[in-house]
Each structure stands twice: as C-alpha cells, then as structure tokens.
C-alpha cells in the first residue's frame, strides 16, 4: 500500500451522535475530483490542522460546514496543476500539423489532355516498332538506333538481357551485334547474322558503345543446373548510375579484356543531354529483376 502526502486541507465537519472531527483533504498530486473526508487520526501532520484552524479562526466565513464548501474553496484557490512524471498530469504530445502546400490547383483543358494523350500513344506505337521492354526501348540516336530508359532506373537496376542464339566463336563470320560470354568459347548472335534461323531481337542489343558509359554487361549464371543445349550463363545490361526515363543506354564495348574497335574507337557525343520519349509504363509489363537466376 502507497503512501499519500496531503496537500491542504479545505474544510470540517462533525457528524452527529461524534465526537470526532472529519477534514476535506486535498492529496499532493491529484485533483479536486480526488478529494475526500478523513479523519483527524487518518492526518498525521498535526502542523495542517493547526494552520487550518487558525486560518478558520481568522476567516469564519469562508467555512460553512457543509460538503460543498471544499468544492468552492478549491475552485476559488485553484493553482497551477503539477505538470511532470512524478504527478498526475503529464505533458501533452506535439503534433505537427502536415505543411501547407503552396502550389495553386491548375486547370487544364481537355485539349491539353487529349495532346498528351496521343503523344503518349505515339510514343507507344513508335517503341514497339523500334522494339521495347519493362526497363527499356529502342529509338533513333545520334549514331542510328540507340537503347533507351524506359522508366527511371537506380543504380545497378537490370535493365535487359542481350539475348540471342548461342554459337561457337569459330562460327562468328560477320556482324556488328556479336559479344562474346566471358569466360567461354561462345559468341551471342544478338541480330542473328551468323545464325541459319531468326530469332527475335533483343533491344538491349541496341545498346551503343560509350567510354564514359552509364551501363555495364554482367555475366550471370543459371541457378537450375543446366541440362545439354540448355543456357548456362545470361548476359544482362544492368545500369551504373542512376538513369533517367528517355535518357540513352550506353556501355563500354571493350571494358576488360575484350576488344571490339579495330581502329579507333569513334568520339565521344552529347548522348547524355539527349531525351527521348518513353512510351508510358505498362501493368502487364511490371519490371521484374532476375536476380534469383544468379549465383
């Protein structure tokens, strides 16, 4: 059982047929609502009932006897309720309001919609033609047709797989859409040129050659072990830095060992300033990165 300390007493009373005196207590750290009648036993500063007899003497008028008066007396002497942990009440918690926004409702008319509209579709049409994916499409660049961001990517997002038919390297006669697994005798036909069939092309094969590159290649292999003809090993483009949507793909066509250019390699252009429009992101082709194919 606690201890309570009393704070003050508010007033007394005698019930009939005793000879006892009750006092109107109010606890430290609590309210008027918590006050209660004790008896003058229950107090055992005897200093409160002093000072509350002398202050009684002095102010006859302000004790009426009754079971109100500690109501009124704590309403005319009311102070500052005790804030903190160690009373009843306690700090409120600050909520921050959300910041007003500053930006005023714009109208836009029904023209302005239905142009945005048929840009969109445009660009669409246009990327399907060329050739697209979730992360990527195909348009014309500065050097003929370039790959280009679909949607924003962040770095080291996936962004296509340079997909084609596998052949031995001693098959290679021609074509500027050969590269070579890492690690292997086998070269991806990304345009089919050496290839006795065609095969769907991959955009990420439209990917141009930049010495500053913002894409990378990254050789990944096939968690399922693979069986005979099957693909052992996928060759992804995957980005180096974040890359904006409409911004052109490019990565180092002799970054390690490899070497593609016979001659000099051709000069660097303001491909990274350039934007092209992406066609508008589709559910159907929800961007989903093959990582559970690595090792």
Not at 74 to 89: C, D, F, I, T, Y
Not at 140 to 158: M, N, S
Not at 277 to 289: G, Q, Y
Request: glycine content about 8%.
């Amino acid at each position: 059982m606690g201890w309570y300390r009393v704070e003050r007493l508010l007033d007394v009373r005698q019930l009939p047929g005793s000879t006892t005196r009750q006092f109107l207590v109010r606890w430290q750290g609590y309210g008027a609502e918590d006050d209660s009648w004790e008896d003058q036993s229950s107090i055992l500063d005897e200093r409160l009932i002093r000072t509350f007899d002398v202050s009684r003497a002095q102010r006859p008028d302000a004790f009426s006897g009754s079971s109100t008066a500690g109501a009124w007396l704590a309403a005319s002497q009311r102070k500052q309720p005790l804030v903190g942990s160690n009373h009843q009440a306690c700090d409120l918690p600050t909520i921050g309001l959300p910041p007003s926004s500053s930006d005023e409702p714009a109208r836009v008319d029904c023209a302005a919609l239905e142009r945005e509209a048929a840009r969109a579709t445009a660009a669409q049409l246009t990327a399907a033609a060329y050739g697209l994916d979730a992360f990527c499409f195909v348009a014309p660049c500065d050097c003929g047709l370039g790959l280009f961001a679909r949607v924003p990517l962040r770095a080291g997002q996936f962004i296509g797989e340079y997909d084609g038919p596998r052949l031995p390297q001693r098959l290679q006669v021609t074509g500027k859409y050969v590269l070579g697994v890492p690690g292997t005798s086998v070269v991806i036909d990304g345009a089919c040129e050496n290839s006795p069939f065609n095969c769907e092309r991959s955009p990420a094969v439209h990917a141009n050659h930049s010495a500053q590159p913002n894409a990378r290649l990254e050789c990944w292999q096939v968690e399922v072990r693979a069986r005979a003809l099957e693909v052992r090993h996928r060759v992804v483009l995957v980005a180096a830095e974040p890359i904006d949507a409409g911004q052109e793909v490019r990565f180092n066509y002799e970054a390690g060992d490899s070497t593609y250019w016979a001659g000099q390699p051709p000069p660097e252009t303001a491909w990274r300033q350039l934007r092209a429009r992406p066609p508008p992101p589709s559910a159907l082709e929800e961007p989903r990165c093959p990582r559970a194919l690595t090792e």
